[in-house]
Nanobody, 126 residues
Framework: VQLQASGGGLVQPGGSLRLSCAAP????????IAWFRQAPGKEREGVSY????????YYADSVKGRFTCSRDNAKNTVYLQMNSLKPEDTAIYYC????????????????????WGQGTQVTVSS
């Protein structure tokens, strides 16, 4: 299974980007999807999670109120809308999922995820 994250780029502080996570040949609607990011020299951290139905979403404190995770199961795609971007949001962003059972409260633990996308670079700079 190969997840494909896209939509990154260079944006000025205060700007917006929308990331997409797709998985050709794999039905994403059966799984919760997490977004992680990794900045240079830092560990990969959980950013957001969306449940299978899209009815529940979770966010890291650092992005609450600025990022919104959503999904369009008809398009087999999960999105991360990022607004009011800050230089500290600069990182490679990954989407991830797993067929294993897990507690939703553990959504930000990277070790539980089996499948990862290749990442998309987000750079916030003036």
């Amino acid at each position: 299974v190969q997840l494909q994250a896209s939509g990154g780029g260079l944006v000025q502080p205060g700007g917006s980007l929308r990331l997409s996570c797709a998985a050709p040949g794999f039905t994403l609607e059966n799984y919760g999807i997490a977004w992680f990011r990794q900045a240079p020299g830092k560990e990969r951290e959980g950013v957001s999670y969306i449940s299978r139905s899209g009815g529940s979403t979770y966010y890291a404190d650092s992005v609450k109120g600025r990022f919104t995770c959503s999904r369009d199961n008809a398009k087999n795609t999960v999105y991360l809308q990022m607004n009011s971007l800050k230089p500290e949001d600069t990182a490679i962003y990954y989407c991830a999922t797993t067929p294993r059972r897990y507690l939703i409260s553990d959504w930000s633990a990277r070790d539980i995820y089996t499948y990862w996308g290749q990442g998309t670079q987000v750079t916030v700079s003036s």
